[in-house]
Structures are given as structure tokens and as C-alpha cells.
């Protein structure tokens, strides 16, 4: 008779090996070649963006990423390796991580995993709120992976916890721990990355997820509607993305009166280029450039114990 053997795959979405052009140049060509992610005709994507859009980025993207490198490497990889540790630390089961982009990839996860013997697998995508462009990709990926195996295991795939209790009182702990250290702001804002309108006119339920965990910790909190904002980061190219816009909101603001903000991005399980230098730094300066007075970013989760509380509830739930 087999032997029954639980182990968990955490998966977030990727990093650049090195703040450098031919790091980045390769990490975005991956990326940007997932159909979930630009669903663009491949015959009109290709030329430009192996002849535009990896010659400009990538330069720049590097620099910016140079900018926030921690000396361990990537932010989103130092503080998923934390988490790894940190969560199989608390079970008696394997626990790897993989990438849907970059390394460790999902089949060297996978392939470590079946090495072990794992015979049910509890996936763990990192990403609160389901969308096609990333959840999905996911599943994409580890579709690809199974499809080298012979055997492969039952899969317990978690879709996503945009409304869990544990998640949701985790996000309370931080915008409380921050609102006790610089005080109650005139607005919270919780900024989500972005995908594009087209995405949700199709199907893709993600600014429903988003509008759940928005009411959720709004209610927690005990705010009102008005002290509580939700906008949309990161969007990409011509076509029109979720709004309102994270850095279009920061620009207008102070004229409205807000003087002092608090900003998280809920939807990122761990800080990275998004939060610490786009959210950070650039949507800083657009707020207090236009006449704000007072700018807090709060951080993702990251290692946070009550972060590896929640993800230890999602992965006993279905063990």
C-alpha cells in the first residue's frame, strides 16, 4: 500500500537573479512571454518586445532594482525564503519554494518535493487575491511540470484567502502597529497592482477579490468608508487597467484635503520592487509634491509571525 506523505509548495511569482541589465533582460523576457500575463497575438508581441520593450526596460528596471536589493539579494526572494523557513518550522512535512518566473523555478521545487517521496501536494500560491495573470499561471506552470512526471501527486490547490479570518487579522496587527507609531491618517489607502479592465470584463473575478479584502479590513479596522481608499498599481502599457490609479490618486489628493496618508498593498504577500520603490518612493513623492504633508508606507506581511500563522491555518486545512 503507498504511503500517504503531505508536502506544501509556496510559489510567488519571481525576481531577477541580480540587479543587472542581462539579469533583468531575462527574468522580463520570461515574464512577458506568459500568455497570462500579455495575451497579445504572439506574432505582433514578439518584435516588440524582444526589439522595444527588453532593450529599454531593462536598463532602467535594473537600476530601480539595484535600488532596493537587500544584501541577502531580491527583497521578494529574501522574505519568501523566510517564510519557507519559518513555515516548515512549524510543520512536519517538506515545504519548498518556487517561482513562476526565475529561480527556484517551480519544477526544481517539484522536483525536490517528488524526491521526497510527497504523494499529496498542498499548493500555496502567494497572492491573496485570485487573478488569471497570476493564480492561474500558476497552475499553468505546474500543469507543464507535471506533464515530464510518470507519477505525480494529488493536488489540494489553494486558490486563494482574499477573505480569511488569519489574513485579514494580520493586515489589522499592521495598519494598527503603524497607526500607534505615526498616528491616525486623514485616509488609508490600499493600493493593489493593477490588470487590465479587459481581464475582469472577461471573467476574471480579481476586483471582487480585491473589494473583499478591502470591506474585510475596513470593518476589522472599524473605519469608515470615507477614511478608506482602494486603488490600482503597476499598470502596464496602452490599454485601460483597473482604476482608480494608485499614482493618478496620489497626485490628486492634497487638493481634496488629505494631508496625511497611510498606504499598504494588500495584495503583495512579500515587499518587492512594487511596494518598496514604486509605492515607497515614487508615489511618495507625487503625494507630497502636490502638496501632502505626511506619507507612511505600511509593509507587506513578509515573515511576519502572524503571516506564517495564517499560511500554517491554509496548509492544516488541507492536510
Same mark, same amino acid.
Given at each position: 500500500?503507498?504511503?500517504?506523505?503531505?508536502?506544501?509548495?509556496?510559489?510567488?511569482?519571481?525576481?531577477?537573479?541580480?540587479?543587472?541589465?542581462?539579469?533583468?533582460?531575462?527574468?522580463?523576457?520570461?515574464?512577458?512571454?506568459?500568455?497570462?500575463?500579455?495575451?497579445?497575438?504572439?506574432?505582433?508581441?514578439?518584435?516588440?518586445?524582444?526589439?522595444?520593450?527588453?532593450?529599454?526596460?531593462?536598463?532602467?528596471?535594473?537600476?530601480?532594482?539595484?535600488?532596493?536589493?537587500?544584501?541577502?539579494?531580491?527583497?521578494?526572494?529574501?522574505?519568501?525564503?523566510?517564510?519557507?523557513?519559518?513555515?516548515?518550522?512549524?510543520?512536519?512535512?517538506?515545504?519548498?519554494?518556487?517561482?513562476?518566473?526565475?529561480? !527556484?523555478?517551480?519544477?526544481?521545487? #517539484?522536483?525536490? $518535493?517528488? +524526491?521526497? &517521496? %510527497?504523494?499529496?501536494?498542498?499548493?500555496?500560491?502567494?497572492?491573496?487575491?485570485?487573478?488569471?495573470?497570476?493564480?492561474?499561471?500558476?497552475?499553468?506552470?505546474?500543469?507543464?511540470?507535471?506533464?515530464?512526471?510518470?507519477?505525480?501527486?494529488?493536488?489540494?490547490?489553494?486558490?486563494?484567502?482574499?477573505?480569511?479570518?488569519?489574513?485579514?487579522?494580520?493586515?489589522?496587527?499592521?495598519?494598527?502597529?503603524?497607526?500607534?507609531?505615526?498616528?491616525?491618517?486623514?485616509?488609508?489607502?490600499?493600493?493593489?497592482?493593477?490588470?487590465?479592465?479587459?481581464?475582469?470584463?472577461?471573467?476574471?473575478?480579481?476586483?471582487?477579490?480585491?473589494?473583499?479584502?478591502?470591506?474585510?479590513?475596513?470593518?476589522?479596522?472599524?473605519?469608515?468608508?470615507?477614511?478608506?481608499?482602494?486603488?490600482?498599481?503597476?499598470?502596464?502599457?496602452?490599454?485601460?487597467?483597473?482604476? !482608480?490609479?494608485?499614482?493618478?490618486? #496620489?497626485?490628486? $489628493?492634497? +487638493?481634496? &484635503? %488629505?494631508?496625511?496618508?497611510?498606504?499598504?498593498?494588500?495584495?503583495?504577500?512579500?515587499?518587492?520592487?512594487?511596494?518598496?520603490?514604486?509605492?515607497?518612493?515614487?508615489?511618495?513623492?507625487?503625494?507630497?509634491?502636490?502638496?501632502?504633508?505626511?506619507?507612511?508606507?505600511?509593509?507587506?506581511?513578509?515573515?511576519?509571525?502572524?503571516?506564517?500563522?495564517?499560511?500554517?491555518?491554509?496548509?492544516?486545512?488541507?492536510?
Amino acid at each position: 500500500m503507498r504511503q500517504d506523505k503531505p508536502g506544501v509548495l509556496l510559489v510567488n511569482l519571481g525576481t531577477p537573479d541580480a540587479p543587472t541589465t542581462p539579469a533583468v533582460k531575462r527574468y522580463l523576457k520570461q515574464f512577458l512571454s506568459d500568455k497570462r500575463v500579455v495575451d497579445t497575438p504572439r506574432w505582433l508581441w514578439w518584435p516588440i518586445l524582444n526589439g522595444v520593450i527588453l532593450p529599454i526596460r531593462s536598463p532602467r528596471v535594473s537600476k530601480l532594482y539595484a535600488s532596493v536589493w537587500m544584501e541577502e539579494g531580491s527583497p521578494l526572494m529574501v522574505f519568501s525564503k523566510r517564510q519557507r523557513d519559518a513555515l516548515a518550522a512549524r510543520l512536519d512535512i517538506p515545504v519548498e519554494l518556487g517561482m513562476s518566473y526565475g529561480n !527556484p523555478s517551480l519544477k526544481s521545487a #517539484m522536483d525536490s $518535493l517528488m +524526491a521526497q &517521496g %510527497v504523494t499529496r501536494l498542498i499548493v500555496l500560491p502567494l497572492y491573496p487575491q485570485f487573478s488569471c495573470s497570476t493564480v492561474a499561471a500558476v497552475w499553468d506552470g505546474l500543469t507543464s511540470v507535471f506533464a515530464g512526471y510518470r507519477s505525480m501527486p494529488s493536488v489540494h490547490f489553494i486558490r486563494d484567502y482574499a477573505e480569511h479570518p488569519a489574513y485579514i487579522a494580520a493586515l489589522k496587527a499592521s495598519v494598527e502597529r503603524s497607526f500607534a507609531q505615526h498616528g491616525k491618517p486623514d485616509l488609508l489607502v490600499m493600493s493593489y497592482h493593477g490588470i487590465p479592465q479587459r481581464f475582469a470584463n472577461e471573467g476574471d473575478d480579481y476586483p471582487q477579490r480585491c473589494r473583499d479584502t478591502t470591506e474585510a479590513l475596513t470593518r476589522a479596522l472599524g473605519l469608515s468608508d470615507n477614511e478608506v481608499m482602494m486603488t490600482f498599481q503597476s499598470r502596464f502599457g496602452r490599454e485601460p487597467w483597473l482604476t !482608480p490609479y494608485t499614482d493618478e490618486t #496620489m497626485r490628486g $489628493l492634497p +487638493a481634496k &484635503g %488629505v494631508r496625511h496618508i497611510q498606504i499598504m498593498s494588500p495584495g503583495f504577500s512579500s515587499d518587492c520592487l512594487e511596494t518598496l520603490e514604486e509605492i515607497s518612493e515614487q508615489n511618495c513623492e507625487f503625494f507630497m509634491h502636490a502638496g501632502g504633508e505626511k506619507f507612511e508606507y505600511i509593509p507587506a506581511l513578509n515573515d511576519d509571525a502572524a503571516h506564517i500563522d495564517m499560511m500554517l491555518a491554509l496548509v492544516n486545512a488541507h492536510r
